[in-house]
């Protein structure tokens, strides 16, 4: 009877979640004239709701770790961007996904939430005063905000521009716009915009205002839209579009300089990822067909330094947004630069070498490094980046998540976690594999302070409850430490959306509901 009545009610929330609070799942259909709705302010102290359900499943599982830091090559400070750690999706320019601090052990965890509405705030950074701007957005828009890191209160809101919703075919992979942005060292946030604009977000005495802004729909027409930015070495801010293209932005005069990436043939190439930069000026995206280093000419114009195709599969695997790699690329040290393609029947994690020259002036003559497959043939795709620690990678697998009604009623997607070494000589290893961990959908992170790399997880439950769980595993064996739950239902999915570690260690997960606060007691 309880498992009857449990199942019941959560069929009964989920509905309403989905029906109400996030839309259909399919297109929407409002009035030709709703086209951009301004987002409804978030209101101070109000929780991610919690259900009866979370009494019905294991609240802690495990034991805390102990700290075992792990070493690791330099990462590259851009020095038009905050401190590593704090400044985008990604952490940092080489896309690392990792933090020097120590993030939560397990030890008598704290958990505070806060929730916006149904908004979810995908890129979170840390401004010089240790406060939460994160750019968040749901069906109706998006938004700019400042955020109390420890009460999780909003302190400032600033309205980004809308969504055309007469023109969306689905808001739950739509990514055009909103989705990234950087902080600069002065608190300065550049963020893409959906009307194809970028702005400057500046802080003040009295919130958040658009200090300027860049139009530039005119230089990459109408039916494209903007995916990713990043400044390079040199200051220079480079957008990329969905539909391929790659410009450069000079923020002082308001120069666009702008070319299309295609193959061979001329035919498009899609773009659905961040990108990463390095020291030398190098900027670097892999497109749903290539992996690409581009540098910048004199006058900034984007120039392909070399190019190469990765096996992009057959199909647009389920998880996956488009028809070739989900990753943005990662890079470890000088000399790599790493993604996971999108191949049959197993995907593979593949290597580069990013540098233009040997050190003693010849050429490159090997450019991909190596390949090795990862999970299991026909259960296998990634549409969250790489984790780089020490000189290796970390991959989870989210083959099987098409939205949120795939871990709906106890379901969740293929399991899958894995750790593969970079080595400079010879071929690539997989070091371990965690054939248990089902981690839908989450961008996970590494804590080089303490040896842990973190997870969002849901594990199958036959009794139809969504737990959902903050989950901690070991980087040198791939066990799970502990798993602390979050919550039961579908206001915890995540979505897509990021794990950060603050500044103090503290780790931060957002929902499709609002966002999450993890410290250890």
Known sequence: MLRRTTTRLIALTSSLALTVGLGTLGSPTPPASALEIPPI????????PALPTDLLVPRFVGAPATAQPIANPPIWQNPHKSPNGTNSMHNDSYSSD???VSGPLGRNL??????????????????????????????????????????????????MPGRDLTKLSNPFTDI??????????????????????????????????????????????ADDCLIAVTPDAAGRVWFFTQQGQAGTLDRRTGAVRLIRLTGPAGRPEGNFNSVSADADGAVYTVTTHAMYRLDARRDGTPEITWRRRYDRGSTVKPGMLSQGSGTSPTLIGKRWVVIADNADPRMNIVTFDRRTTRPNGKPIRKRRHCTVPVFAAGTSTTENSLVAAGRSVMVENNYGYAGPQSTLFGQTTSPGFARVSVRPRGDCKVLWSNNRV???????????????VYAYTKPARSDG??????????????????????????????????????????????TVAGLIRLADG
């Open 465 to 510: 409850i969504d737990a959902w769980y903050f989950t901690a595993l070991d980087i040198r064996t791939g066990k799970v430490a502990w798993s602390r739950l979050t919550g039961t239902g579908i206001q915890w999915n995540n979505h897509y959306a990021s794990i950060y570690l603050g500044p103090d260690g503290t780790a931060y997960v957002a």
């Open 176 to 221: 055009c716009g909103g989705s990234y942005f950087y902080l600069t060292a002065d608190d300065r946030a550049i963020a893409t915009t959906t009307t194809s604009a970028i702005w400057e977000v500046t802080q003040t005495s009295s919130g958040l205002k658009r200090n300027r802004s860049w139009e530039l729909a005119g230089h990459i027409g």
């Open 438 to 452: 089902s981690a839908p959908t989450s961008v996970p992170k590494a804590s080089l302070g303490n040896g842990l």
């Open 110 to 159: 704290q958990m505070t939430t806060a929730s916006y509405g149904i908004r979810e705030c995908a890129t979170i950074t840390f401004d010089s005063a240790g406060r939460i701007q994160a750019l968040c957005g749901g069906l109706e828009g998006f938004v700019m905000m400042l955020i109390d890191p420890v009460t999780l209160h909003p302190i400032a809101e600033l309205a």
């Open 41 to 48: 302010p978030a209101i101070p102290g109000l929780p991610i």
């Open 98 to 100: 990792a933090y020097l």
